[in-house]
């Protein structure tokens, strides 16, 4: 199961609760430090940071892996896609 963390300005979020139906283990982080904790304690496979975060460059230079900055438009089917794409092969178990 790939396990994302999604860096948002507010949480819950539709589009985390859209990945997680979609099969996605989401963690739905409000600042900087939870990413960090996280992907010390926990398996991250990739971060997205949401286009509603301020300074979201900044903060993807802070953080390590694969990072993903999110478009105003994007949907949750758009991420999908960009997922698969980055993890070919990994099936996604629908829940």
């Known amino acids: 199961m790939i396990s994302i963390v999604h860096l948002t300005s507010r949480s819950p ?3 985390g609760d859209e990945l997680s139906l979609a099969g996605y283990r989401v963690f739905e982080a409000l600042a900087i430090s939870e990413v960090l904790h996280l992907q010390e304690h926990e398996k991250i496979d990739a971060v997205i ?3 509603d975060v301020d300074d979201a460059e900044e903060k993807a230079r ?3 892996g ?6 105003p438009d994007a949907t949750a089917a758009y991420l999908q896609w960009e997922l698969s794409l980055l993890f070919p092969g990994v099936n996604v178990p629908v829940q």
């Open 13 to 15: 979020s539709k589009l």
């Open 49 to 51: 940071i949401g286009a």
């Open 62 to 64: 802070q953080l390590r």
């Open 66 to 71: 694969t990072i993903t900055r999110l478009e």
